[in-house]
C-alpha cells in the first residue's frame, strides 16, 4: 500500500526555508540533491518490493545480470566490482550470498592464478531472467513519467554523471 501523500512537499518548504535563512543562492542546490535523493528512495523501494519474493537484493540482481550478459557467463572478481562501481568488498559480499544460494560459483581464472572467477549458474540465469521480466512489468516500464520526460531525465542525469567523472563520454548522454 502507497504512502499517504503529505499535504505539501518538504523539498519546497525546504527550500523556502534555504531562501528565508540567507541561502537562496543555493536552495535550488539542495533541492536538486534532496530530490534525487528522494526519488532514489522511491525507486529503491519499488525494485525492493519486487525482488522480495525472489530472494534478491538489488545489488546481487545485478551481479546475477551482469554476469548473465557476459558473454561466458563468467567474470573475474575485480572486472565485476569495476563495472558495478562498488568496492571489492561488497561483490564479495553479494558472491558469498549468491554462492550460498547456488547461483553463481567461484572457480580459478585459466590464466591468471591470482584471480577468481564469479560463474553463473543455470538456476542464476533462470532467476536473474524471472527477476528481470518482474522488474521490467512493474518497475523500468512504468517508472512514473512520460517518455520524453524519461529521455530528458536520462539526458540530464547522464551529464550529472559524465561531469562528476563517472564515465568517459562515448557517445553518452543521449542527446
Same mark, same amino acid.
Request: charged letters at 20%.
Given at each position: 500500500?502507497?504512502?499517504?501523500?503529505?499535504?505539501?512537499?518538504?523539498?519546497?518548504?525546504?527550500?523556502?526555508?534555504?531562501? %528565508?535563512?540567507?541561502?537562496? =543562492?543555493?536552495?535550488?542546490?539542495?533541492?536538486?540533491?534532496? /530530490?534525487?535523493? *528522494? &526519488?532514489?528512495? +522511491?525507486?529503491?523501494?519499488?525494485?525492493?518490493?519486487?525482488?522480495?519474493?525472489?530472494?534478491?537484493?538489488?545489488?546481487?540482481?545485478?551481479?546475477?545480470?551482469?554476469?548473465?550478459?557476459?558473454?561466458?557467463?563468467?567474470?573475474?572478481?575485480?572486472?565485476?566490482?569495476?563495472?558495478?562501481?562498488?568496492?571489492?568488498?561488497?561483490?564479495?559480499?553479494?558472491? %558469498?550470498?549468491?554462492?550460498? =544460494?547456488?547461483?553463481?560459483?567461484?572457480?580459478?581464472?585459466? /590464466?591468471?592464478? *591470482? &584471480?577468481?572467477? +564469479?560463474?553463473?549458474?543455470?538456476?542464476?540465469?533462470?532467476?536473474?531472467?524471472?527477476?528481470?521480466?518482474?522488474?521490467?512489468?512493474?518497475?523500468f516500464g512504468q517508472p512514473g513519467l512520460d517518455?520524453?520526460?524519461?529521455?530528458?531525465?536520462?539526458?540530464?542525469?547522464?551529464?550529472?554523471?559524465?561531469?562528476?567523472?563517472?564515465?568517459?563520454s562515448g557517445g553518452w548522454p543521449p542527446a
Amino acid at each position: 500500500m502507497p504512502p499517504t501523500p503529505l499535504p505539501r512537499d518538504p523539498i519546497e518548504e525546504a527550500h523556502r526555508q534555504w531562501t %528565508d535563512h540567507g541561502w537562496g =543562492a543555493v536552495a535550488d542546490g539542495m533541492a536538486a540533491v534532496t /530530490s534525487v535523493m *528522494r &526519488a532514489q528512495q +522511491i525507486m529503491m523501494a519499488r525494485v525492493d518490493e519486487v525482488l522480495k519474493p525472489t530472494g534478491l537484493t538489488f545489488a546481487r540482481y545485478e551481479l546475477l545480470t551482469l554476469l548473465s550478459f557476459s558473454r561466458t557467463g563468467a567474470l573475474p572478481m575485480a572486472k565485476a566490482s569495476a563495472r558495478l562501481q562498488v568496492h571489492p568488498t561488497s561483490v564479495t559480499n553479494a558472491v %558469498d550470498r549468491l554462492e550460498a =544460494a547456488s547461483l553463481v560459483k567461484r572457480v580459478p581464472h585459466p /590464466s591468471d592464478r *591470482r &584471480a577468481t572467477l +564469479i560463474e553463473i549458474t543455470e538456476a542464476g540465469r533462470a532467476l536473474a531472467l524471472e527477476a528481470t521480466e518482474q522488474l521490467n512489468a512493474k518497475v523500468f516500464g512504468q517508472p512514473g513519467l512520460d517518455a520524453e520526460k524519461l529521455s530528458e531525465l536520462v539526458r540530464i542525469l547522464a551529464e550529472l554523471r559524465l561531469a562528476a567523472g563517472d564515465f568517459a563520454s562515448g557517445g553518452w548522454p543521449p542527446a
